[in-house]
């Protein structure tokens, strides 16, 4: 509510409004003879202080006893004038709240709740005074709207001072309101002096609100379930609302253009207001997610129009419904979803599990045709590859038997889940020697050298043939694991002397090729 006060000054310095009649609501002094209160004049008359004290606005008529917000002068000039119209330079109106109760020589002193406020500057003002009746109160109120609003909290003396630096005109006739003194007496004094004015005492009042405009604010927009007080001010006035209240202010929660009108002895007012609804969002994150480290997850919010994800570490996207994040270690997601101007949010927690330790043990070297275990550690399970050469691939120490060189790879995991790998290389080391067939063997079923075996660490491949005096064959061979008990046709030959031939592929990719003769001795 915009609050005002009347001052009845001898001249008057700001915009020049229209006259008005007098404000609804002000103060007055019935009495004004013998009242103590004066005004200091500087040297060239243009500086004037007026003190008005507590005890004296609280016996004014229609008193305040409690704060107010001053930000207008209402001011009405009497009698008659010669300059119906003069030019100001470097106008200043001053407020302040003082322990003084008679104007000083310096404004600055003894004030108390803050310095003096400078409630209106203009470098050039024009003022024209209003005549007519100067009966108290009358017609011919004319208003000041201060720049800057000034708080009187009631607790102590009232300080309005006016200056400015030089005027068009001589002020010759403006005089006080009551009957008062002429100004031009205190005009020319050679140095600053203090005069009492006890029988032209300046009016002080306050409209209380008459004529503040109604302002309702800008057009908005509330969320599903908020609510929006409007409130039109001027409580000494009559007010009349769309919706058919006639109360000073309303709450609404519901889109609509709201308006509202509102009379008083200044006349009629009126404001609008659009309220706008949106629905109001409920953010869901989603359910808690846990990764492994290094790998990631998908996040899918819902519940609005927008979305906004922090923090931004990790995150695919932070504008988007769906983002895809891997922290690298376990972080609170927020995400706040928006319509318009209504949002909420929820979190989800992305707990981020430690990989498991791998570990498949040192490198190894082996000879050809022998093995090795293999022993992994760190998990919960195992899984090794290739599967070539190994006495189990989903047990933590397989027995390892390749015919080349290889490299393994046990993939371990942890009971959370989580996977990690490591390697461990088995070298096969060649040493073949020579490849050997004996020259006898004694196939008697006694346990001792029944069979013709053929050896060499190397061989991957044979060709054996045996063949009989005559050069019939009666054993031929393409299998390692075979060899020749000395029969043919299921029958066992004579003892004697045979001849035999051999193919041999080795690991390395030579072939070689013997003939040897060997003796069955029963």
């Given at each position: 509510m915009?609050?005002?006060?009347l001052i009845l000054l001898?001249?008057?310095?700001c915009?020049?409004?229209?006259?008005?009649?007098?404000?609804?609501h002000?103060f007055?002094?019935?009495?004004?003879a013998?009242?103590?209160?004066?005004?200091?004049?500087d040297?060239?008359?243009n500086?004037?202080l007026?003190i008005?004290?507590?005890p004296?606005?609280?016996?004014?008529?229609n008193?305040?006893?409690s704060?107010?917000?001053?930000?207008?002068?209402?001011f009405r000039?009497g009698?008659s004038?010669?300059?119906p119209?003069?030019?100001f330079?470097?106008?200043?109106?001053t407020?302040?709240?003082s322990t003084l109760?008679?104007p000083v020589a310096?404004?600055?002193?003894?004030?108390?709740?803050?310095?003096?406020?400078?409630v209106?500057?203009?470098?050039s003002?024009?003022?024209?005074?209003?005549?007519g009746?100067w009966?108290?109160?009358?017609?011919?109120w004319t208003?000041?709207?201060?720049?800057?609003?000034?708080t009187?909290?009631?607790?102590?003396?009232l300080?309005v001072?006016?200056?400015f630096a030089?005027?068009s005109a001589?002020i010759?006739?403006h005089?006080a309101?009551n009957?008062g003194i002429?100004?031009?007496q205190y005009?020319?004094?050679s140095?600053?002096?203090?005069a009492?004015?006890?029988t032209?005492?300046?009016?002080?009042?306050?409209?209380?609100g008459?004529g503040?405009?109604v302002?309702?604010?800008?057009?908005?927009?509330?969320?599903?379930?908020?609510?929006?007080t409007?409130n039109?001010?001027s409580?000494n006035?009559?007010?009349?609302?769309s919706?058919?209240?006639?109360?000073?202010?309303?709450t609404v929660?519901?889109?609509?253009?709201?308006?509202v009108t509102?009379n008083d002895?200044c006349?009629?007012?009126t404001d609008?207001?659009?309220?706008?609804?949106?629905?109001?969002p409920v953010a869901?994150?989603?359910?808690?997610?846990l990764?492994?480290?290094?790998s990631?997850?998908?996040l899918?919010a819902?519940?609005?129009a927008n979305?906004?994800?922090s923090?931004p570490?990790?995150?695919?996207?932070?504008n988007?419904?769906i983002?895809f994040?891997s922290p690298q270690?376990?972080t609170t997601y927020?995400?706040?979803?928006s319509n318009?101007n209504?949002?909420?949010s929820?979190t989800?927690?992305v707990?981020v599990l430690?990989?498991p330790p791998?570990?498949a043990?040192?490198?190894v070297?082996v000879?050809?045709g022998?093995?090795?275990?293999?022993?992994?550690?760190g998990g919960?399970?195992?899984?090794?590859?290739p599967?070539?050469?190994l006495s189990?691939i989903?047990c933590a120490?397989?027995v390892?038997s390749?015919?080349v060189?290889t490299?393994y790879?046990?993939?371990v995991?942890?009971?959370d889940g989580?996977?990690s790998t490591d390697?461990?290389?088995v070298?096969v080391e060649l040493n073949c020697?020579?490849v050997?067939?004996?020259?006898?063997f004694s196939p008697?079923?006694?346990?001792?050298n029944d069979e013709?075996?053929?050896?060499?660490?190397c061989?991957?491949?044979i060709?054996f043939?045996v063949?009989?005096?005559?050069g019939?064959?009666?054993?031929?061979?393409?299998e390692l694991?075979r060899?020749?008990?000395g029969t043919h046709k299921?029958?066992?030959l004579n003892?004697?002397?045979?001849?035999?031939?051999?193919r041999?592929t080795?690991?390395?990719?030579?072939?070689?090729e013997?003939n040897?003769?060997?003796?069955?001795?029963r």
């Amino acid at each position: 509510m915009l609050r005002k006060l009347l001052i009845l000054l001898p001249f008057i310095l700001c915009s020049v409004a229209q006259a008005q009649n007098t404000p609804g609501h002000y103060f007055h002094t019935p009495a004004n003879a013998g009242v103590n209160n004066t005004f200091f004049l500087d040297g060239l008359c243009n500086k004037l202080l007026f003190i008005y004290t507590q005890p004296e606005i609280a016996g004014m008529i229609n008193p305040v006893t409690s704060s107010i917000t001053i930000d207008t002068i209402w001011f009405r000039h009497g009698g008659s004038s010669s300059n119906p119209s003069t030019t100001f330079t470097n106008l200043v109106i001053t407020m302040g709240h003082s322990t003084l109760a008679v104007p000083v020589a310096s404004f600055a002193a003894n004030f108390n709740t803050g310095p003096p406020q400078v409630v209106l500057s203009a470098a050039s003002y024009t003022y024209t005074y209003n005549t007519g009746t100067w009966n108290v109160p009358s017609d011919n109120w004319t208003p000041i709207v201060l720049q800057t609003p000034f708080t009187y909290n009631f607790t102590d003396n009232l300080a309005v001072q006016i200056e400015f630096a030089a005027s068009s005109a001589a002020i010759t006739g403006h005089y006080a309101d009551n009957g008062g003194i002429p100004i031009t007496q205190y005009a020319s004094p050679s140095t600053s002096a203090t005069a009492n004015a006890t029988t032209s005492r300046p009016m002080f009042g306050i409209s209380r609100g008459c004529g503040a405009p109604v302002q309702l604010g800008a057009d908005t927009t509330l969320c599903t379930g908020q609510q929006l007080t409007l409130n039109a001010g001027s409580p000494n006035a009559t007010h009349s609302w769309s919706t058919g209240a006639n109360t000073q202010s309303i709450t609404v929660n519901a889109a609509g253009t709201y308006w509202v009108t509102v009379n008083d002895t200044c006349g009629t007012r009126t404001d609008t207001i659009v309220v706008g609804l949106n629905a109001q969002p409920v953010a869901d994150a989603g359910n808690s997610e846990l990764i492994c480290e290094g790998s990631g997850a998908q996040l899918t919010a819902s519940g609005g129009a927008n979305f906004s994800w922090s923090p931004p570490a990790g995150l695919s996207s932070t504008n988007t419904a769906i983002t895809f994040a891997s922290p690298q270690s376990t972080t609170t997601y927020t995400v706040t979803v928006s319509n318009g101007n209504c949002t909420d949010s929820d979190t989800i927690t992305v707990t981020v599990l430690p990989l498991p330790p791998a570990n498949a043990g040192a490198d190894v070297s082996v000879n050809y045709g022998t093995d090795v275990t293999l022993t992994a550690s760190g998990g919960g399970s195992y899984l090794w590859s290739p599967a070539a050469g190994l006495s189990c691939i989903n047990c933590a120490s397989p027995v390892a038997s390749p015919t080349v060189t290889t490299q393994y790879v046990v993939t371990v995991t942890s009971p959370d889940g989580c996977i990690s790998t490591d390697t461990v290389l088995v070298t096969v080391e060649l040493n073949c020697g020579d490849v050997f067939v004996p020259n006898v063997f004694s196939p008697n079923n006694d346990g001792q050298n029944d069979e013709l075996e053929i050896f060499g660490n190397c061989i991957t491949g044979i060709v054996f043939e045996v063949f009989d005096r005559w050069g019939n064959r009666v054993f031929y061979n393409t299998e390692l694991n075979r060899h020749w008990d000395g029969t043919h046709k299921g029958e066992a030959l004579n003892n004697g002397i045979y001849a035999w031939q051999l193919r041999a592929t080795l690991i390395t990719g030579q072939v070689i090729e013997l003939n040897g003769d060997v003796q069955i001795m029963r």
